[in-house]
């Protein structure tokens, strides 16, 4: 076993598949061939005489001796990524957090608690990624993140079957909503009946396998008819002001929603409750990631007093 010829490019690729859970995607966010990021894994797992993915047909997952080397690589890493923010002339930092969060959390809880930790704690470092919540849980996995917050949907499973289990949070608790364009019929009250859902043309969110019928009525007891697929929340929210389609919401986001949109809830048929979660690995907290943790509790409560969601 012998690390010392072992690139950082090679340690980037091991993160990058680590955390995307396929080869193929891990090409894709780093703009290599999948040959070329097969290669690098070859080289590090020779260098590592230990195989350090288990492959599957449905992607990979980290083997026992692809965690430790997992959680190296990323402490090498991120202190390549200090040292350059050092020479930059950034100022001294008082902890670095890398935080992910699924993308209906990064228009009102996010700029919240970044505010409120600029005021706070102005020397602690913020290292954000936004990802679906399959994504951010490798991730977190992978020592990519140190914390997460996911999404979880009935009947709230655990976000995977690794062991350990992660250490979750349920932070809020909401019933989704459903945008639909200001001047439409279905704005007129302050709540849809379910069944005036069916028949409706609906904006999804990404074709992707993690969330494809995102932004789609759950409950509907029919084929949907989608109008087009969007992953940006704020793309979606503008083809329904521009009568495209209806598409789902967190109720979270009624306040922040585009003129020419409503955020309602729905009536009807199964509770359609989603969680947010507050994710890390099991092991005691760094002071850093607790204070970042604390900012999103706090921010989370505010959010979901009965004042916010006037």
């Not at 789609?216 to 989608?226: A, C, K, Q």
């Not at 521009?242 to 509770?271: D, K, M």
């Amino acid at each position: 076993m012998d690390f010392n010829d072992v690139s950082l490019t090679a340690l980037r690729v091991f993160r990058a598949v680590a955390e995307q859970g396929t080869f193929t995607a891990a090409a894709a966010s780093l703009g290599y061939t999948q040959s070329a990021v097969s290669r690098q894994i070859a080289a590090i797992e020779r260098a590592a005489g230990a195989e350090l993915l288990e492959r599957r047909r449905e992607g990979v997952r980290l083997t026992p001796a692809g965690r430790v080397v997992m959680r190296r690589a990323a402490a090498v890493l991120d202190e390549l990524a200090a040292t350059a923010r050092e020479l930059s002339g950034l100022p001294g930092q008082s902890g670095t957090v890398r935080l992910g969060w699924v993308p209906s959390t990064g228009a009102v809880l996010i700029p919240r608690t970044l505010a409120t930790l600029s005021r706070t704690d102005p020397g602690l470092h913020v290292v954000g990624r936004e990802g679906g919540t399959p994504a951010l849980v490798r991730a977190l996995r992978a020592g990519g993140v140190d914390l997460a917050l996911l999404s979880s949907a009935p009947p709230f499973r655990a976000p995977d079957t690794e062991s350990p289990p992660l250490a979750l949070q349920t932070l809020t608790e909401r019933a989704l909503c459903v945008a639909v364009p200001a001047a439409h019929p279905l704005a007129r009250g302050d709540f849809i009946d379910v069944a005036d859902l069916r028949g409706r043309r609906w904006i999804a969110g990404s074709a992707s396998g993690e969330d494809r019928l995102m932004g789609v009525w759950p409950g509907l007891d029919e084929r949907p008819e989608i109008a087009c697929t969007v992953r940006d929340w704020l793309a979606r929210q503008q083809l329904v002001a521009a009568g495209c389609g209806l598409t789902t919401a967190p109720a979270a986001l009624a306040e922040v929603a585009p003129p020419g949109v409503r955020i309602l809830p729905v009536r009807g048929g199964s509770q359609e409750q989603r969680r947010l979660l507050l994710a890390r690995l099991p092991h005691p907290p760094s002071e850093p990631v607790g204070r970042v943790a604390a900012a999103l509790r706090a921010a989370a409560l505010d959010s979901d007093t009965p004042e916010a969601r006037r």
